[in-house]
């Protein structure tokens, strides 16, 4: 897993997206959203407009992409997800990491040294090997991580 840093060849900043950033931003509930809930669901807008339109930039796994569509293809056309996810996979500013049985054993391992869960800990294990400091999540597990800050804050 070598390559990317936590600044790229061109000294931009590189960040870890997870999958809840594309569910709070896409996804329609069905019920009032309280007052923090909508703050997480604007400022997940505002995550996802600036990877489309190219001014982040960020890693992810097909892991997490695969938790986006589980979750939002009970609330989103299949098109509409396939558009989503074929764009991610083919723009420059985002870099999805393959996963073998073997990398998510290793995470599994982790997670349960780490009290997380095998997806979470996916998202260690290549922060770390990518040397990524920051991630995209509203999960507050990675505070608890040294090393690692989760964005954004509220």
């Not at 997206?17 to 807008?45: H, N, S």
């Not at 074929?86 to 998510?104: A, K, P, Q, R, W």
Request: charge should be negative; aromatic fraction near 6%; proline fraction near 3%.
């Amino acid at each position: 897993m070598g390559g990317i840093r936590e600044e790229d060849s061109r000294g931009e900043r590189v960040r870890f997206l997870d999958a809840d950033v594309f569910i709070y931003a896409c996804y329609k509930p069905r019920r009032q959203l309280t007052q923090k809930e909508g703050q997480m669901k604007e400022l997940a807008k505002r995550i996802v407009s600036d990877v489309s339109q190219g001014r982040e930039r960020v890693v992810t796994t097909v892991v997490h992409l695969s938790e986006v569509v589980s979750i939002l293809k009970h609330g989103m056309p299949a098109e509409d997800l396939a558009r989503l996810i074929t764009g991610l996979l083919t723009m420059d500013n985002v870099e999805v990491h393959g996963v073998s049985g073997e990398d998510y054993l290793a995470a599994a391992e982790l997670g349960k040294e780490l009290r997380l869960d095998p997806n979470d800990a996916l998202a260690v294990d290549v922060m770390r090997a990518r040397g990524i400091t920051e991630i995209y999540s509203f999960g507050r597990d990675f505070e608890k991580i040294e090393g690692i800050t989760g964005l954004p804050r509220i």
